[in-house]
């Protein structure tokens, strides 16, 4: 392999997902991305990863997306292998010096109410509000439905 | 007779629950439980999930568990308006399904809709069609979703949310059918893929 290819592949691999970080003051929000939805569906899920550099604590307390109608901040539980998804009323916590991390099988970004399904390859706009560092635009990466978490990972298939 | 009593004052959800715990805990630990008046277990319970339906697939076809037979089935229940669990399963199962080559004709994939106040055959073709993977839809009769439930010990609870929508609470788990309809094991996400291909293997050259 010559060394041109092995980094053209380097880059392949690493692409659409580490290059994504939105920040603003000691908030950065990286990797923002979401599934595909089914043709007829009317919501969606959108998974981010927010990091907080603060000595306090901040609080991810609301998003908007111009793509849906509402959306809501999620959490997932698996227990006994029953699942169960509720809404989080005062939002999610982000430690001071710590992360947050929106992902399958946990916390999300609840979209409702989507004006249209979303597709691979698109980028959906979102705003995300916090308690002190304000608002985060962000735009979710659309993978396709049928990538695996794993899949998605290593930098999501089309 | 308190306990009794006491269970027919349980919510739906709990009562469910119980059963299908202790119908797990019967499966991993055979018939050994001692007799106990408070505890009496009856044969239905002893058995694993599974047993008749009666259903429509996404085409309007009757599919019954007698239609099934002859191929191992991996089944899974879940809603197409879940966001995550249930897509994230269903890509998985067309991986798995995928990955088993030149058998995956030999075994049916599929996905029973818990939600038949939503979810209509459209939808389900609808949410099946984004996975690379021959999928059985179904759904069907409420009444008779919710003996098939019941039957195949999945927990199942519509939970009304404070926007006005509702959630579906669900048992995520996918369980495998022999050939001859007859529970053979379950499957969770976080088994090693090569590890679950092997097992669906196993199934259909049993
Ligand atoms: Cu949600």
Known sequence: ?158 | MMSVSNARTQPRGVAIRALLASGLAVGIAGCSASPDTNNRTSAAEHAGPGGGFKLVDTKGQTVTDQTLKGKPYAIFFGFTRCPDVCPTTMARMALLHKKLGTQAGKMNVVFVSVDPEHDKREDIASFLSMFDAPVIGLTGDPAELKRMEKSFKIYVERVPLPNGDYTIDHTARILLFDRDGQFADTMDAKEPEDQAVRRLSRLINA
């Not at chain 1, 927010?50 to 809501?72: G, I």
């Not at chain 1, 169960?84 to 946990?106: K, Q, T, V």
Request: proline share 8%; no cysteine; hydrophobic share 40%.
């Open chain 1, 1 to 158: 392999m010559t060394p041109r290819i092995a980094l053209a592949l380097i880059a392949a691999l690493a692409s659409p997902l580490s290059a994504q970080i939105a920040r603003k003051g000691s908030i950065t929000a990286a990797d923002p991305w979401s599934r595909a939805t089914s043709p007829r569906a009317n919501i969606g899920a959108g998974y981010v990863t927010v990091r907080n550099t603060s000595t306090q604590p901040d609080q991810l307390v609301s998003a908007t997306s111009p793509r849906a109608a509402k959306v809501e901040i999620h959490t997932m539980s698996l227990d006994d292998s029953i699942m169960r998804m509720r809404p989080l009323p005062n939002g999610l916590e982000i430690p001071a010096g710590g992360e947050a991390s929106l992902a399958p099988g946990g916390n999300h970004i609840m979209l409702i109410g989507l004006k249209s399904p979303l597709k691979a390859g698109e980028r959906i706009p979102a705003t995300l509000r916090f308690a002190r560092a304000g608002d985060v635009r962000i735009a979710f990466k659309v993978v396709g439905a049928g990538s695996t978490v794993a899949g998605v990972r290593q930098g999501g298939r089309q």
